[in-house]
């Protein structure tokens, strides 16, 4: 039997994995504390409850990459203190984001979110790591659809240039 066989979580995680898993898991830390002032500064009910999911999805992402390094002997990165809770009718008007902004912002990092888990698959020689990552993947996926969609019933969705002109090949 070689290294790489048998239980995953008994394999050791390799460099890359490390890093990846501590990097993410720092990153989507950052990403909570921010999506808590995002909320605040939220007046829409529909992107409220999507940032709440959000939230959660972050929750429940960082108490599982926290589990495997924490497993392995990795130190964990910092965590920003949570943000309070405000009324967004409290935040200046020149100091506010609006709905438009923040659903750029959230969708902007989602996409973001799944090269960051493809790369993670990608490198990954645990099974472990490579699927929990991939159930990342497609958890932010749905939201990506499901930001696409409410950009697009909002009229938020800012369309590049759309081209329309076909060459003639003949």
């Not at 995953?8 to 504390?33: D, H, I, R, T």
């Not at 960082?62 to 990165?77: M, S, Y």
């Not at 965590?79 to 659903?103: K, L, T």
Request: glycine share 8%; charged share 25%.
């Amino acid at each position: 039997m070689g290294i790489l066989s048998g239980n995953p979580q008994k394999e050791p995680l390799n460099y890359g994995e490390v890093f990846s898993l501590w990097s993410y898991l720092s990153a989507a830390k950052g990403a909570y504390a921010s999506y808590q002032t995002l909320y605040n500064h939220t007046g829409d009910k529909d992107l409220r409850r999507t940032i709440e999911e959000i939230l959660q999805g972050i929750r429940q992402e960082n108490r599982d990459v926290e589990e495997i390094l924490k497993t392995n002997g990795v130190a964990l990165p910092p965590s920003p203190p949570d943000r309070s809770v405000a009324d967004v009718e409290d935040i200046p008007v020149g100091a506010r984001f609006n709905d438009p902004e923040i659903s750029a912002i959230v969708s902007m990092n989602v996409s973001q979110g799944l090269v960051a888990c493809s790369s993670v698959m990608a490198q990954s020689t645990r099974e472990d790591v490579a699927m929990l990552f991939g159930q990342f993947h497609m958890n932010k996926a749905q939201t990506a659809a499901k930001m696409l969609r409410l950009n697009k019933e909002k009229g938020w969705l800012v369309l590049p240039p759309m081209h329309k002109q076909v060459r003639d090949r003949g």
